[in-house]
């Protein structure tokens, strides 16, 4: 078995200087691996279709910290005009590469640009937007109030007047639905047709309450048709969020919440919701 990461590190190790990085973590190194996983996951692909039918069918979209398409790609099959913005260059190639068999209207109506989503306006200029939205809990890459402040205020200025925001994160309070003790779980296999191999992905997650952070060890087994294996390990850090905290931070960037869900099935949110959906509008 060969490594590609360090297997032994510590959580806290080097916390200093992860805060001083880019708004999200690194996810070029596991970019191919994220996509194979995440590719049978459909969470969300209903609430954020219907979110963009009722901003029309011309409506400018925008989804912040897009990844390799995994929202993003069914909206442009759906008709709608989309533009997809992340950090990580590896990401992005992905999300490209799953137009190159798509129709000349839907590569037409698609967009993938590399920025910074406390800084939308150095990507986008003075572009405005009538859907923009952070799904699946990227936003919480963001360590800090202030670049979780800097972030908001940046998505209002390309929030076109009569636009809506949508910021999608997990409900801290449903401890139950993320465990966070430590231990290794086994979360699934895929298979990489690039190697002709299957990847094994393990997760270890470790909460750190008074810092309201969970911080994640990714494991993924790559096992060859020759029976060697490759593991590569990455970690990152999400800073949660409770619901009041979340509020208040998006009145203060300048927004007015229209609705908040516990669900991606519209449900009101309640004791025991797994998500905080906030839509919202300019305030």
């Known amino acids: 078995m060969t490594f590609d990461g360090d297997l032994l590190e510590d959580p806290d190790q080097d916390d200093e200087e992860d805060e001083e990085e880019a708004a999200v973590d690194n996810y070029d190194r596991i970019a191919y691996y994220y996509d194979l996983e995440y590719s049978r996951n459909h969470q969300g692909l209903r609430f954020f ?72 306006t150095a990507t986008l200029g003075k572009e405005e937007f009538d859907l923009i939205f952070i ?9 800090t109030q202030a670049d ?20 999608d994160v997990f409900n801290p309070e449903d401890k139950e639905s993320y465990p966070s003790d430590g231990r290794m779980e086994y979360t699934g296999a895929s ?6 191999s299957q990847v094994h992905t393990f997760l270890s997650t470790l909460a750190h309450p008074a810092e309201q952070k969970r911080v994640y060890h990714y494991f993924y087994d790559e096992t060859y048709p020759d029976g060697s294996v490759k593991r590569t390990v990455n970690r990152f850090i999400l800073r949660y969020l409770y619901r009041f905290e979340l509020q208040l931070l998006l009145e203060r960037a300048g927004f007015s919440i229209e609705d908040l869900y516990g669900s991606y099935d ?7 919701s797994p998500k905080l959906l ?6």
């Open 278 to 283: 906030y839509v919202c509008r300019r305030g």
């Open 191 to 196: 298979y990489n047709p690039l190697n002709h």
């Open 49 to 120: 279709h219907e979110m963009a039918r009722r901003a029309g069918t011309k409506a400018r979209i925008l989804e912040v910290a897009c990844g390799s398409g995994r929202v993003s790609h069914p909206l442009l099959m759906a008709g709608f005009k989309v533009t997809g913005l992340d950090l990580s260059e590896e990401m992005l190639k992905l999300a490209r590469k799953k137009l190159e068999g798509a129709s000349e209207d839907v590569r037409q109506r698609a967009r993938y640009v590399q920025g910074d989503m406390r800084d939308l």
């Open 266 to 272: 519209f449900e009101e949110y309640g004791e025991g």
């Open 148 to 167: 979780q402040l800097a972030c908001l205020q940046s998505i209002r200025k390309h929030v076109a007047p009569a636009g809506r925001f949508i910021i």
């Open 135 to 143: 799904a699946i809990n990227s936003f919480q890459h963001l360590r």
